[in-house]
Structures are given as C-alpha cells and as structure tokens.
C-alpha cells in the first residue's frame, strides 16, 4: 500500500510551519503562485502570531525516484523496489504551544510515525520531550530532523548529537534541513517513505483476510469542522473497509445513523473522491447540524454491518474556567450561539450557562490555558463582533464545608469565605523545564515566587538543565509562562502535566468600585500574597478607571476586611464660567450647591465599567 501517514512534531517555533510550506511546494501540491507563509495555518490569529492553533490534514504525492535516491522501499507484500511508485504522503499538521498538546495526542493518533523536529539554534527543549513521550507511548516511528541549518547561530552537529543521543540511534539518522531554502527537504520525504510502515488495518485476523469491500468501514474521528450549508464535516483515518458518497453510515458511540454527502481528501483544500480507502485520512460531509451529536474519538462505521468502535480519545480536561458575559444583555442569543458555532470547530471548549446578580446571564467557560482562553475570546469578538466581559480565570477547587458535603468550585464568586470551609483542595502539575545554567539563579526565585516544589535537576547532553518540581495549577496560570520567558531572556521552555489534588491555603479576594463589589474582578489567591496582589489590584485600576463625576472609591477586602484602597478625584465642573459679574455670593451658592451634588453621588452613583477595563485586568496590563 503505497500511503504514509506521519506528522510532524516539536516545541513551538522550531520551524514546523515552514517545514511544511517546503513540502507543499517541493511535492507540487499548492500551485507556486497560491503559495504563501504557513499555509496550512488558515486562521487569521495564526498568522498573526506565527503559531498553530488547530491541527491541519493535508494529502501529497511524491515520486522518490525523481530525486535519484537509491532508498528501499517497504510495501505490504515485500515485493522488490518499484522505482516508478507513486506514494500518497498523508501530513497532519499539529501545534506546538504546550497548550494544545490534546490537538496532538489526537493527531498522532490517526499515523503511524513523526517527524520530530529540533531547531539547530535551540536544541531539545521541554515541549519536545513532552510531545516525544505521547509518538513513543503510541509506539511510532520517529524519524529524528534537525532545523534551521542555515541560521548564523546554527550549532547543527552539536544538536545532532543531542538528538542521536536522546533517541538512543546512531548520528546518520538524524537529517538536517532547512525550511527556509528547502535544504534536505527531499531525502526528509524519501526518509518518510523509507522508514514509516505502510497502514495496515486495525481489524481481527479473520476480517482482515476478507476483501476490502466486504469490510465494514471503520473511520477513527480525530477532528471536524462545520459549514451552515453542509453540517458537520468529519475528518477521518480510515482504519478499515470502504467509504463511498451515498453509504449510510453510522457514529458507533452517538449510536445516530447519516448519509455520506460527500467523501473526499484534503489538498489543503476539499477534493471530493468517489471512495476513501482503508489507510488513508480524508473527510466526509454528513449533514448533520444538530450540535452535540459529533465527538472527537468516536468511530464512523457501517449502519447495515456494525463493527466494533476503536480506541478513542480521553475527552480534554479543561485547565482553567473564565466567566464569559456579553456586554448586552440582548447580545445573549448571539453569544451561545457563537459558542455552539466555536464548539464545533474545537472540541476542546466547553461552556454552561450561568447567572450574576450584577452582570446578567453569561457563560461559565472552560479552557485548555491560558492561550486557548486568549484565542477563543478574540475569535469571539473577531468572527462574531461580540462585546465581551470576561472575568478573571481560575482553576479548579474542591471545597468541603463543615457538614461535610463536598463540592468543586471554579467560580471565585462561588468560593468560600474565609473560615467558613473545613478543607479547601486545589489541582497540582508536574512541570519541566529546561534553561542554560546561567539562568537559574532568576529561574530558581521565579519557582520560589509561584510556590513550586523543586525535584530532580539533570544536565543535559547540550549542558543545559533540566529541572523538574510540583507547583500549584494556579500559580501556573498566573503569567508564569511569560515570566519564564522574561527572567531567562526567551531560552527557557515549559511543558507540564496535571497533577492529583493537595491541600490549598488560598482566600477569596473581592474588588469593590464605588463601595459595590464587581464579580468580574473576583479572584482566588494564595494567602501569603494577600497583600501584594491587593495593591496591585486597585493601583491597576486606578490607572485604568475613567474618572467619575464623583470621587470614586476603589477597595479590596478580604473575610470582611479592607485591605487596601485607592481614590481618584472627581472631574471639576465649571460650573461659575457662565457668572459675568454681580456679587460673589452668587459663585458661592452654585458651589454650594454642586458640593451637595457631588455628595449625593458619592453615596448613590454607579459606575459604568468599560469592557477594555475588564480585558486589562485580565491580561494583568495597564
């Protein structure tokens, strides 16, 4: 079977895009004049930011023998090498932010090996072990590729050893290419040939032995998309059997029958076909549109011969909630339906609706980290021009009150006061990082400062450090990734995974404006950075609230108890500049009268909160 399904992994910014622009272009798969940087990176946020966001499938052909490369190819009968074959080369594309390692984990799922790709300026970082650890407990190939060869600041044989020697192979199996000339690029393709088995079906002996029409089809979902005229659109590996345009098929865990619209691969762009084979990854249109009923891991299968449904995926486990409001309460019905639309795009948001006495209906919404809540939020307001409020994001708690019921909270509304629970619980990770020595004197108060439990430090072949430590899920989530970045000038990296639960000493801390309390600025925080993170609060705000007719008052409490306050003055109106002449007694009486005024609405007057306050406070700009 001439096919070859592989991905390409690595940390983020290693060069995995261009990587793949040279194999579009080098396969002829994208016309010359249709090319353009990451291409497979279709989002405008992508582009923007330089990273990928969202898994991407795409079908090439490749001729090995044009390069004139004496390569042995493997096929399923073992017959001799046909220098004339055509091989179908199935790339799917994966992001590289530890955030969206579940995109991963899916496509990694659906092929049978990886390009794992290290910069040559970098070497091996901790996302690179991390993504590595997923293709070797899947028990893929991996074939080993050092990037970016041309840079000015390449160290290439020394990060060939590094990768030889963490993959336990001899240094002749690491490539070396460039995504930027396109160096290596083809023996990389013949490599992927070569090395990567071609996909055999995942079915019982018996029925592996029937022809492959009366096989029942069995297509592993790994992603979709949506389209209002034509519904959910699946992308599948097909496993088993046959998928025709026509055949009613069926979800073997929703147990909900459709017709096939339309089958076909993606070039990156839709290409119908009549049929999709065992082996190969394409999509099918179902028509479906009704929301809920597609699941990523469920398997497409025969309505009229049911085959058993293939191992899945753990559904993903939101990282950190965020309080999703729209600015208008008439925006509402927009809002959920933005979020259904989103929901079947990405399967790793979640949402429920919830209710704030001060900020109306909204959304209670889950997230993979602290990137995914920044990119859903501006799809939000990009795709749908909504106006958002979102509140400040929290991880998980699980509180147990004095009678002994136990309950999960991810809402610091809905947290405790203080003193009321008997026992207060939060999520732990397991992190690692990886930094040249020089830097972890600033690294190592950085983990002091978010309460990190430092373990195991190595060295590594490169004579960087590995560290590895424990740290509450919450001071994760709080700027700890960037901060990284900043004490470490961009050399340190991060990967990290969730943890079980331990005890937590945190309180809820309330922001009052205008002596009423603003549930968007609610936050849960660790007890012995009470005061700190109460200054700060309302030092930000001061600078960030438009000045009132009224001077305005900006508190933090805690149990009960103001902590810390800050006040900014009322604007001046003049209300004299009118007054041409006559006996002063005039002036004295308006401004009498406006101090009466402006008295009254100290006690009385509301403040209206603009929606870039709140995105401010969330980001923790200014």
Known sequence: MNIRNFSIIAHIDHGKSTLADRMLELTN??????????VLDRMDLEQERGITIKMTPVRMLWHPQNQNVNIKIQNDNAKSKNENSEYILNLIDTPGHVDFAYEVSRALSAVEGVVLLVDATQGV???????LGIAKELNLVIIPVVSKIDAPTARTDVIVSELALLLKCDESLVLRVSGKTGEGVAPLLNAVV?????????TESAQALTPLEARPPMGLIFDFDYSDHRGVILYVRMFGGVVKKGDTLMFAAAKISFVAQEVGVLTPEESSRPE???????????GVKKPGVVSVGDTVTSKRVIASALPGYRPPAPVIWASVYPESQDDLVALRQALERLRLTDSSLSYEEESSGVMGKGFRCGFLGMLHLEIVIERLRREFTLALVVTQPTTMYEVTHKNGAVESVYAPTRFPDDGVAERVREVWAHISLITPPEYMGGISQLLYDHEAVVGDTATLPDGKLEVRAEMPLRE????????????????ASLSYELAGLKDADVVRLDTLVAEEAVPAFARII????????AE???????????????????????????????????????????????????????????????????????????????????????
């Not at 970082?125 to 993504?131: G, Y």
């Not at 999709?276 to 999509?283: A, D, F, K, S």
């Open 476 to 491: 994760l989530m709080r700027s700890f990734f960037d901060r990284l970045k900043s004490v470490s000038s961009g050399y």
């Open 194 to 202: 070569e090395r990567i088995p071609a996909p055999r079906p995942r």
């Open 526 to 533: 660790s007890r012995r950075r009470i005061q700190e993170e």
């Open 276 to 286: 999709l084979l065992e082996g190969e990854i394409g999509y099918i249109v179902t």
């Open 29 to 38: 798969t994208i016309e010359s004049r249709k090319m353009h940087e990451q």
């Open 536 to 622: 700060a609060m309302v030092e930000r705000l001061e600078k960030l609230l438009p000045r009132q007719l009224f001077e305005l008052k900006i508190q933090t409490r805690v149990s009960g108890r103001i902590i810390a306050a800050r006040r900014v003055s009322a604007l001046r109106k003049d209300v004299t500049g009118y007054l041409y002449g006559g006996d002063v007694t005039r002036k004295m009486k308006l401004l009498e009268k406006q101090k009466r005024g402006k008295k009254k609405m100290l006690a009385r007057g509301k403040v209206d909160i603009p929606h870039e306050v709140f995105l401010k406070v969330v980001k923790g700009g200014e």
């Open 125 to 131: 970082e901790a996302q690179t072990l991390s993504v």
